[in-house]
Nanobody, 127 residues
Framework: QVHLVDFGGGSVQAVGSLRLSCAAS????????MAWFRQAPGKAREGVAA???????SYADSVKGRFTISKDNAANTLYLQMNSLKPEDTAIYYC?????????????????????WGQGTQVTVSS
């Protein structure tokens, strides 16, 4: 069983920055494929970024060049640095964990790939 607690959300003006964190139980960050998803009101949950156990990262086109996913294996923590925020980035952000084999080949972006989820943290970007 993997427990994830995500935090760091808040309200920020457009072009501002936020850093989200996700604290994981045991050594999950080093053993699992880790990802960030988001869900805006009235929309489906979508994959934002993922990092595999190798350290290789993937991003949704909508956040490439603005968001950076990283992890600290020693601290069992996953991060999402969000820069140049836009109002359309407003959503609840969730961290998630999946067995590494399921994250390859583009499957990282699918909600069904992940077995474990954080409780979510709200990000609100005003114009």
């Amino acid at each position: 069983q993997v427990h994830l607690v995500d935090f760091g959300g808040g309200s920020v003006q457009a072009v501002g920055s936020l850093r989200l964190s996700c604290a994981a139980s045991s050594d999950a960050v080093s053993r699992y494929c880790m990802a960030w998803f988001r869900q805006a009101p009235g929309k489906a949950r979508e994959g934002v970024a993922a990092v595999e156990t190798s350290g290789m990262s993937s991003y949704a086109d909508s956040v490439k060049g603005r968001f950076t996913i990283s992890k600290d294996n020693a601290a069992n923590t996953l991060y999402l640095q969000m820069n140049s925020l836009k109002p359309e980035d407003t959503a609840i952000y969730y961290c998630a964990a999946a067995l590494p084999i399921y994250c390859s080949g583009g499957y990282w972006q699918f909600e069904s790939t992940y077995n474990y989820w954080g409780q979510g943290t709200q990000v609100t970007v005003s114009s």
